[in-house]
């Protein structure tokens, strides 16, 4: 989970939410990333959908069986649902998401009954506060800035 707060301190300093994701296998890093949605101007461009596809092609299969995905904060529903769709073997995360989060926050693709894979999670715990005060404080900066005024010339009038 250090490589991944490590990946959300990065995002920060790109001017992006700092949520980071590592992907380990057999103890190896196969993927590392941080959120680059402002940057690339693409709403997919989130850690875990970033180090799902980095892990896919080091490993030449969409299949990540037997790999673990450790992020931040909880995975939204597009992330959720590439974790399943992925097959990996567990995701860990340090921040839960009561509003968005799709692996037990808001509620648990994980525990539809149809669904084929299911993942092993381990929730909060490790790094949580580290994390969750690294996102409170990312926030309350971008709320003190406040927004350039419509209209506004070059000189600021």
């Known amino acids: 989970m250090s490589l991944a707060y490590n990946q959300a301190i990065d995002a920060w300093r790109q001017d992006e939410v700092p949520i980071g994701a590592v992907i380990e ?3 190896e890093i196969i993927a590392a990333a941080h959120n680059t949605v402002e940057g690339a101007h693409d709403p997919t461009a989130h850690a875990e959908m970033l180090a799902i596809t980095q892990a896919a092609n080091r490993l030449g299969d969409w299949r990540l069986e037997g790999a ?36 037990g926050g808001a509620t648990n693709l ?3 009954p149809r669904v084929n894979h299911h993942l092993e999670l381990t929730v909060g715990g490790v790094l949580e506060n580290e994390c969750r005060e690294l996102l409170q404080a990312f926030f309350k900066l971008k709320r003190q800035d406040p927004p350039p005024s419509e209209g506004a010339d070059a000189r600021g009038l």
């Open 110 to 112: 994980n525990d539809l």
């Open 68 to 103: 673990t995905l450790y992020v931040t904060k909880e995975p939204c529903p597009m992330c959720s649902g590439a974790t399943l769709m992925s097959r990996l073997k567990r995701v860990c995360y340090a921040v839960p998401d009561p509003k968005m989060g799709c692996l």
């Open 25 to 27: 296998r057999d103890g």
